[in-house]
């Protein structure tokens, strides 16, 4: 693993201190969470960590490449994991790290779902299925179908950390790196729908919006 850059901290040194203040993966979900909501509507967009920095704003993604920047700089591996649903939901990405020998993840949603994962999981699969039973639209039906490998963003250099362009590029390559399938064609039939109680508790929102 490449170390965090230390010329993004020079070059900008008022954006990014804030990284040395969030020391912990829970510091980072800290500061997500007080983050407004990236309604991007139709026009998805990929905005960098500094963009971020910058407006205050971030959705999932541009969320969990922030906080994979925030933990690279505690000495990470910048790590994301994508969970891919049917075509009826959103895919979500989050950002994955280790304490010791157990994996836990950082997650930017306006859902009262789908959010952080201490560092309790054997691996990344076991994170990944943590979301599982979450993942579901207002009509029950769960739709979590498959999910990344472990997605190392220090492969794409640092210039995604502080770039004014859209980074989907780096989205696409999320979307067609290696994942691993959790439901088996002709089984999902076989999936219960969520309860009441619980596709109630998936409609609490942070920002009133529809977009996840």
């Given at each position: ?38 309604f991007t509507g139709r026009r998805h967009t990929y905005v960098s960590p500094l ?29 994301l994991l994508d969970l891919k649903t049917t075509n009826a939901d959103d895919d ?30 054997r691996d990344s699969r076991e994170v990944a299925m943590s979301y599982f039973n ?79």
């Amino acid at each position: 693993m490449r170390q965090f850059p230390k010329s993004v901290l020079k070059d900008f040194p008022k954006e990014f201190s804030v990284f040395k203040k969030l020391r912990t993966p829970a510091a980072v979900q800290d500061y997500l969470n007080g983050l407004g909501m990236n309604f991007t509507g139709r026009r998805h967009t990929y905005v960098s960590p500094l963009v971020v920095l910058q407006t205050g704003k971030a959705h999932c993604m541009e969320g969990a490449m922030f906080a994979a920047a925030a933990l690279w700089h505690q000495g990470r591996p910048p790590l994301l994991l994508d969970l891919k649903t049917t075509n009826a939901d959103d895919d979500h990405v989050v950002a994955l790290f280790k304490e010791g020998n157990r994996w836990g993840a950082v997650s930017k949603t306006n859902h009262a779902v789908l959010r952080y994962r201490d560092a309790v999981y054997r691996d990344s699969r076991e994170v990944a299925m943590s979301y599982f039973n979450e993942y579901f639209l207002d009509s029950g039906v769960k739709t979590m179908r498959s999910f990344s490998v472990p997605f190392d963003l220090s492969k794409h250099g640092a210039d995604w950390l502080t770039s004014r362009n859209d980074l989907a590029d780096i989205a696409a390559d999320l979307d067609f790196s290696k994942h691993v399938s959790i439901v088996k064609k002709g089984t999902e039939r076989k999936l219960r729908l969520a309860d009441k109680s619980e596709i109630e508790a998936g409609k609490v929102l942070e920002e009133k919006t529809t977009a996840r």
